[in-house]
C-alpha cells in the first residue's frame, strides 16, 4: 500500500510541477510578445530608438530567466528565441524599419511556439 501511495504522490507531483511548468513559460512568452509587440509599433510609426529599446528590453527580460529556461527548454530552442530577439535589435539599430516589423513577427512567431511546444497534448502523451 505504501508503494502505490507514495507513486499516486510522485505522479501528482510531476502533474502539477508540469502544470506549473506550462504557466510559468506562457507567463514570460506573453511578457516578452508584449514587449516585442511594442517594438513593433515603434518601428510602424518610425521610432526606432523606440524599437530598439523594446528589442533591449525583450532581450534582458529573457536572459533574466535564463536559469529557469536553461532547466525546461532545449538549448536550441533556448538559441533560437535569443537569435531572433538578437535580430530585432540589430534591424531596429541599423535604422529599417521594415526589417525591424519583419524581425518582430520572427520574434513573436518563434515565442509562441515555444510556448505551445510546451503544451501538454494527447499526443505528447499517447
Avoid: C
Avoid at 513559460?25 to 508584449?34: P, V
Amino acid at each position: 500500500m505504501k508503494k502505490e501511495l507514495f507513486a499516486a504522490i510522485l505522479l501528482a507531483a510531476l502533474f502539477f510541477g508540469a502544470l506549473v511548468n506550462i504557466r510559468v513559460l506562457d507567463s514570460l512568452g506573453e511578457s516578452i510578445t508584449a514587449i516585442v509587440d511594442d517594438a513593433e509599433r515603434a518601428a510602424r510609426s518610425h521610432d526606432l530608438d523606440g524599437a530598439a529599446q523594446a528589442a533591449e528590453d525583450a532581450t534582458r527580460l529573457w536572459e533574466s530567466r535564463s536559469g529557469y529556461t536553461h532547466l525546461v527548454l532545449r538549448h536550441s530552442v533556448i538559441e533560437d528565441v535569443s537569435d531572433k530577439l538578437g535580430d530585432l535589435a540589430k534591424a531596429a539599430y541599423a535604422g529599417n524599419p521594415g526589417e525591424t516589423v519583419g524581425a518582430a513577427k520572427a520574434a513573436r512567431s518563434r515565442i509562441e511556439s515555444m510556448a505551445s511546444i510546451e503544451r501538454v497534448r494527447a499526443g505528447s502523451i499517447f
